[in-house]
């Protein structure tokens, strides 16, 4: 019975492979894009290195890039925007720069610098468009934190005693701009990995069920499902040396991290970003290909063999996108 199950469950997962698509879009870019953000189904933000900003407002159809002045240098692993006029982009290291523009990004305006020896910014979540947060690297097994209250024109990092403590080898990483998400209107759910991966709720410290014990493992990718009793929150990643292993690279929760569960079908290889669609349906990218799941990750089926680093879904529409190593892609239904 089991395997007959197994088997129905692995068609299953053919069928979701077949009835859906990744389309290139943009194919030629030298740089690398971490960071995406889907305003809505006509307006795409891109960033990532060489000070590269890329935006969209005919839903994919062209875009407009830019190299920040003075950050030619800087790799932007994380942006979040609000319109086709605003949007905040995250330079994580070296130092670490948070920059702002309210023209469409004519013209970038410096919000945050850290100049502390070790800083490494990882992701911004944004629950609305005041109130904002960004995460970064451990210095002193002190995870870095920073919060905005007025739509990222200014930043302030939260007093030390208030730093989640991490272990020797734990760090966060900024693969997607998506180690964070909102969990509810007051709070946010980290992840991290490494040689010990959690998650991290408030004062909360939860050990995951994923691969870790070497700087390239661990989770890379947080989604949350919001519902009214209960949320539904997914975690991705592996081991991104070895891009092909199904080995614990993915588990999910329904009750807050008291338990977890592993995919029946697991995603096919190493993911650095995750996504929750609509209703069940779920999406999650890496290094070898994108897996799409209509059953809450309980199974996955592989959709397309392009990798990419992050994929995000339209705040107020359905399109969904990708962006990865020089390429920017369109989920096609």
């Known amino acids: 019975m089991k395997k007959i199950i197994l088997l129905l469950l692995f068609c299953f997962s053919l069928i979701i492979s077949k009835a859906q698509t990744v389309q290139v879009i943009v194919a030629d870019k030298k740089t690398s894009l971490r960071g995406l953000s889907v305003v809505s189904d006509k307006v795409i933000w891109v960033s990532g290195s060489n000070g590269t900003v890329g935006k969209s407002i005919d839903g994919g159809d062209t875009f407009t890039w830019m190299t920040v002045k003075g950050f030619e240098k800087t790799d932007f692993r994380d942006i979040e925007a609000f319109d086709a006029k605003t949007a905040i982009i995250m330079g994580v ?188 349906t779920w999406l999650t990218c890496g290094l070898n290909g994108v897996d799409y799941s209509k059953d809450d990750g309980k199974t996955w089926g592989l959709i397309s063999k392009e990798g990419f680093n992050v994929c995000r879904k339209s705040k107020k529409g359905k399109a969904v996108f990708f962006a990865g190593n020089g390429k920017i892609g369109k989920l096609v239904q």
């Open 93 to 280: 290291d070296a130092p670490a720069y948070i920059l702002r523009t309210a023209d469409g990004g004519q013209s970038w305006e410096v919000v945050y610098e850290n100049k502390t020896k070790g800083m490494f910014l990882d992701a911004m979540e944004f629950w609305n468009e005041m109130s904002g947060i960004v995460i970064g690297d451990p210095i002193d097994n002190k995870i870095f934190i920073a919060r905005t209250f007025d739509a990222g024109k200014t930043w302030r990092a939260l007093p030390d005693q208030y730093f989640p403590t991490a272990d020797k080898g734990e760090a966060c990483f900024a693969s997607s701009g998506t180690n964070i998400a909102a969990l509810n209107l007051q709070e946010a759910v980290f992840i991290t990995g490494g040689t010990r991966s959690r998650m991290f709720i408030r004062d909360k410290k939860i050990e995951l069920p994923i691969l870790q014990g070497k700087e390239t493992t661990g989770a890379n990718s947080v989604g949350v499902k919001h519902l009214k009793k209960k949320n539904t929150i997914i975690i991705v990643g592996g081991d991104f040396t070895t891009k092909d292993s199904t080995f614990k690279n993915c588990c999910i929760t329904t009750d807050g991290g008291n338990s977890f569960t592993a995919p029946v079908i697991a995603p096919h290889g190493y993911r650095s970003c995750v996504e929750f669609l609509e209703g069940d």
